[in-house]
């Protein structure tokens, strides 16, 4: 098992910048990708960006490339999710997920494959 925990999440301006960070605990010492969701109310998890267990490998959501940055510190079990430039659409909940792989340079896209989530936490941008 492995716990994520997320934590960074308030209130931002349109513009603004926030980073969010997410803690794991448990059976870390395996490879596994990492990746940032978001969900909007009655919406399905969007992915935000994701990274390889080598770091190697990162994919971006189309809606943030350029503007959001993910990266991961394995030797403290920690994923980051840099945000800039953050716009109405970026209210969400932002999850944090870890997927078991085969190989360290392999970053799962589709969130049917993350086994470990997290609890959330909510970004909202407005003036």
């Known amino acids: 098992q492995v716990q994520l925990v997320e934590s960074g999440g308030r209130l931002v301006q349109p513009g603004g910048s926030l980073r969010l960070s997410c803690a794991a605990s448990?059976?870390?010492?395996?490879?596994?990708?990492k990746a940032w969701f978001r969900q909007i109310p009655g919406g399905e998890r969007e992915l935000v960006a994701a990274?390889?267990?080598?770091?190697?490998?990162?994919v971006y959501g189309d809606s943030v490339k350029g503007r959001f940055r993910i990266s991961r510190e394995n030797a403290n079990n920690m994923v980051y999710l840099q945000m800039n430039d953050v716009q109405a659409e970026a209210t969400a909940l932002f999850f944090c997920?870890?997927?078991?792989?085969?190989?360290?340079?392999?970053?799962?896209?589709?969130?049917?494959?993350?086994?470990?989530w997290g609890q959330g936490t909510q970004v909202t941008v407005s003036t």
């Open positions: 997920a870890a997927a078991s792989v085969n190989s360290v340079h392999t970053a799962v896209l589709d969130p049917a494959q993350y086994q470990y």
């Open positions: 990274k390889s267990e080598r770091g190697d490998k990162t």
């Open positions: 448990g059976r870390t010492k395996y490879a596994y990708s």
